[in-house]
């Protein structure tokens, strides 16, 4: 057990800006030149005659109103109008990989994310999924799931979904606190969070996340607890406690609302160990970063298995080695190589409507990249990685950590420890070679 003066002279020392590790590298350190779509369909063809499965990620941007607090990329609207013409550019965007296959995919995951996914009437997402599923293969034990706003998701959406394949969803949740959800500019109400929770364990999904942040403009212990409450209350399967990014220069709604109204440094770690605290209290166990689950709920037997992945989608206990983004700002991943599409909507929808993919940027990887990429998995979904991984960049970076108990040598094994949890994004960073070269730079947000 380690004390709190301690636990503060480490957040202090390690509250630098650090990459999230959503992927590897990083999108900041991706190569200057987007790959070609020739280039991208051959790698990505390469990959799945070696590995058909693979998932799916949708980006469904359109929000009715602006959250001040969000980082992901959306297009506030109240115009649905909007709705079917994005659908027909997603659906040829699908048709041009269709095209590509030379061998059949099989849809093991796919995920549809935003924006606000229950921003799109549910005959229209009917229009979109069934076109997919139906042009190439589903597997029998697939994971269909979608991030539900609960002030927009109604009974109708939970039940074409289902009917369509989905078994797991994610509501927004955030803070219950009436006074934090109209500093962040949020409109939704507890009753709304319990009624779609209720509606969708009646319907039969299998697995419930909460999405909370800890961290927002104004939030105090007290908030905290009045969230941590509900979820005792609802028992979700899992839980995302994330860590607010502060990115005003990216995120522009973030200027909405004053710095010094931020919990920061050892204020912000508080919050952080009092929800902790009581998820672990409630029966929540820890899954790698960020995570909770409920020891019933399929991630936590898959990392018990030392079988859990983490894609662009967060934590998964699917592995596909190729992931493909549809949508404005969508990434996709074939392991050697990655791209990201067009931002902005009506740029994307114009050029999927020339029958070319919308690639603005993308990574092919070297092979000490791939090491590097492999290794920080580890780290991140097992907590363990072997020596080898540090022995050629960073030793002295290595006895530091172990020097403050964040990590322990075993045999050839670094094993992240108990405290080392809390700053898992600072380990990783200990063996990338590209953070190591461009360290302290402000393109990351803060560790904690
Ligand atoms: C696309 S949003 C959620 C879907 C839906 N639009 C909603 O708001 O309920 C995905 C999640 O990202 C998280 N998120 C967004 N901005 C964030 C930020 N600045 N810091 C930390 N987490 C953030 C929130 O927890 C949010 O639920
Ligand atoms: S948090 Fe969700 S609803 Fe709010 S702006 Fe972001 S994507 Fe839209």
New binding site residues.
Partial sequence: MITNLLMSSLIEKYNTAVPRYTSYPAVPHWQREAPSQEAWLRTLNANISEHNEISVYIHLPF?ENL?T????NKRITKNHAVEMPYIDAVIQEWDIYLDSFETTPVIKELHL????PTFFDPLELRRLISYITSSVEVAADHSFSF?A?PNSTTAEHLMELYDLGFKRLSI?V?DVSPKILKAINRHQTVEQVRVTTELAREIGYDSINY?I?YGLPFQTEEHIHQTMDLIDEMRPDRIAF????HVPWK?KGQRAYDEKDLPMGTAKQHLKDVGEARLIDMGYLTIGMDHYALPTDQLYISYQAGQMHRNFMGYTDQYTRCMIGLGASSISDCWDMYIQNEKHVEDYQRIVSTGQLPIIKGHGLTKCESETRGYILQLICQGEVTIAAIESVSPDRYLGLIKDGLVSMKNDQIKVTETGQKFIRNICAAIDPKYIAQAEQQVFSKAI
């Fill in positions: 929000c959250c607090y969000c980082g992901c994310g935003g924006g606000t991030e706003h927004g955030q999405d942040i994330y860590s607010y990014a995120s």
